[in-house]
């Protein structure tokens, strides 16, 4: 069973839509990685999947409840999503970023319980963020932050997590930590993980699945080397690009 | 990931991270200590002094039924009483509703400016209630709690067309916030005046009023005052934790499962409320609202669940201040506590803006 679910969904701004007919499932224990040309919809994409960009037209189903009739606690509570770090109000510490990933299990005037606590501790030891809990977020490396924001996402304890290019401004290290980190978090937990990345060879390494989008299209989906061919990402690129084959992972290397 | 090794404590359970959280008690020993002083300061300083321990021992003798001799003048019990403790009660809740919903307002609109003053709405609830004072000038504690009620009514409208025209896509900017902020409150101010010019009997002590004296003596205002004050406090003093949830954007707060434009309202409603019923009985007061907060989140952070407990103790403690100084600045004359707050509010606010730029706090 799909964890989350296009059904022919078209989705976009107002009335405009940016993405046409899009059909896509991601199983749990699934890294599907979203790939494509800068403004095809990438981010579009990742809106829709959390629930704050209602669809046009067709659904979206996540454990097979259409995703745009659930409140937003319950769909928080069933989907998280990472941010890039820059949107980070600075002054807050580690440990109350990560205890606001409660808040869909918080009612209005409700407080962070003792159980709520020991989640928030429990998803620093996972993220490796755990002697990072006092400190302020805005003092932390672009990588801690990213792994702060990942902690908050598992602490919503969600079935489906979606990262929006969770490795935009970070160094080569830090792009390795924390892909590894939610390669790791999807095996174990059997999360259903999106993510859009505009680095090709991130994605050839660390996603199961690619889906290739192209003219506000899903234009093929599949394992990273049948998607990241030369053919197809020279044409959706506009440049002439070479595939070739990672000298350690032997997964497929873009070239341009 | 298996680099930090669990530390498990004797019951099995994994040991709190880091310690425990530090809930320190420092800023409320100096908040609370300060207003406390600043109360019995505003109760003891006037025309006729009442020295402090007098103050205590009349309270004593009203509270408890041991027998106290009465070594003081019997006036002293009179003027503290009927003018003196109305006054500081009421000074002290109009700093504690501007303190708070400063607060409120910086967090709603994620914007270090906005405060009851700039944003415009203490200049709607302004006009509103000389509207409702002009229809009838309100002697009987029922017929003052009219007045926040009207005030309330043109405090939420004047935020939301300020919010209204200074919303640029998803965001309020400082800058269009101020503008719109200036605009409103410049027009609604022109009505202010308008009216008051129309209704010439009541001039003086509506200005008067306006600038921040409080003109309505006794207990009837704080009467008045207290029920709005307590629905409208208690509601923001328990949304301090979404409002922090609100500083990672509406968009990063929805997909943590608030539901924002809900929130959003009952915030603006609790603080306009409370800014729209200090206004009824104090006047337009500027810069508590802004400074206090700053204050408060420059000492003690960003954390919404305690930076709006401690901007309310501490709005009630700098407003009581401002007030000793403007009673007594000019004696035996008393300056409205407006000009006090504008003369020392304006200086350090711009001594914070220059700061902020070097620590960023915000």
Redesign the interface.
Known sequence: MARLRFDSTTIGYGQKPVLYSISLAVPPGEVLGVVGPNGVGKTTLI?AA???LPPIEGRIYINNQDLNRL???????NL??V?QAR??????TA??VVL??R????S?????SESD??IA??V???T?T??L??RQV?QLSGGEQQRVLIA?ALA?TPSVLLLDEPTAHLDLKYQDEVL??VR?LALEEDFAVVIALHDLNLVARFADRVALLSDGRVRNVGEPAQVLTPDELSEVYGIEIHVSSHPIHGTPLVLS | MGKEKRKTSADGHPSRIQGVRSQSLTPWVWTGGGLLVMAVLSAAIGPVAIPPNVIFKILLSRLSFTAIEVDWPSTFDTILYQIRLPHTALIALTGMALGASGAAYQGLFRNPLADPYIIGVASGAGLAAVLAMSAQWPTTVLGMVTIPAAAFTGALITVGLVYIFARVGRTTPITTLILAGVAVSTFTSALTSLIMLLSTDELYRAIAWLMGGSTLGGWPPVLAALPYLFVGLAVLLFLGRPLNVLQFGDEQALQLGLHVERYKLVIVAASSLVAATAVSFSGIIGFIGLIVPHLVRLLWGPDYRRLIPLAMVTGGAVLLASDIVARTILAPRELPVGIVTAVIGAPFFLWLLRRAKQVRFW
């Open positions: 809106k959390s629930g704050i409140s937003p606690s319950e769909r928080a509570r998280a999503v941010p949107q980070l109000p600075e002054a807050f440990r109350d606001m990933g808040t869909p299990y918080l209005w005037f409700a407080r962070e606590h020991q501790d429990e620093m030891v996972k490796a755990a002697h809990a006092d805005g908050r919503q590894k980190l790791e």
